[in-house]
């Protein structure tokens, strides 16, 4: 069964900082593993699908990694915003389903 | 291009009722799934439908439900409601089940059991 961690739960920095956020997961057996941001109370908005075959994915100020056979992807989020605050989820998918399986999330605060 | 659309957005039932929560998928997708939201244990998968036919199904009682439609739209009901199904219910969509599919989500239906 696929677990999900994503450290820290929360973090609170300044405008204009770079951070990393982590995920780690327990089956290495992935197709592929999409990050996502999400607002308060709204759903989810994808934001990198990074496939098993590729090492690293690049959206903008966003850069997601993957090592597939340690089990971990960070999303690296370049010159951060307060726009930039809000919950990031990882959820890797096997091959064959649409399933996706989500970390808790890590909660991020971008102060001006 | 219209993304994942979900009705309604908020509903309010009582315990031992039922409801019916509807997704339209992205034009030209038609791989639907669902997924509940709570505080204590996230985001976990309901289920998941390609073209009319639930491929996978999550751990969840058989009050929950689900269904989709020759045009990909779907469906999830739940009967005989309990506090504990109050939620924030999400659909995703995607263009090619089972491949390289990016999923794409709507704004979801918040459920509230009274």
């Known amino acids: 069964k696929q677990e999900v961690t994503q450290i820290p739960a929360a973090l609170s920095v300044p405008e204009g900082e770079n951070l990393v956020l982590n995920c780690s997961f327990t089956d290495s057996a992935i197709y592929n593993l999409q990050w996502f941001r999400q607002d308060p109370g709204k759903g989810l908005t994808s934001l990198l699908l990074i496939q098993s075959s590729q090492r690293e994915q690049t959206s903008g100020r966003l850069n997601a990694s993957l090592d597939k056979s340690s089990g971990r992807s960070t999303l690296y989020i370049a010159a951060s915003q307060p726009g930039d605050s809000a919950t990031y989820l990882c959820?890797?998918?096997?091959?064959?389903?649409?399933?996706?399986?989500f970390g808790k999330g890590t909660k991020l605060t971008v102060n001006p | 291009k219209a993304g994942v659309t979900q009705t309604p957005r908020y509903l309010i039932k009582t315990r031992g009722q039922q409801v019916t929560l509807s997704c339209s998928p992205i034009?030209?997708?038609?791989?639907v799934s669902w997924y509940q939201q709570t505080p204590g244990q996230g985001l976990q998968f309901l289920f998941e439908y390609f073209s009319e036919t639930q491929r996978n199904k999550g751990n969840f009682p058989g009050r929950f439900s689900g269904r989709q439609f020759s045009n990909s739209r779907s469906e999830m009901n739940v009967s005989t409601l309990e506090l504990g199904d109050s939620a924030l219910y999400l659909c995703?969509?995607?263009?090619?089940?089972?491949?390289?599919?990016?999923?794409?989500f709507g704004q979801g239906t918040r459920l509230t059991v009274v």
């Open positions: 034009s030209g997708h038609r791989s």
């Open positions: 995703a969509s995607s263009f090619i089940s089972g491949k390289a599919a990016e999923a794409f």
């Open positions: 959820a890797p998918r096997r091959g064959g389903s649409e399933k996706l399986v």
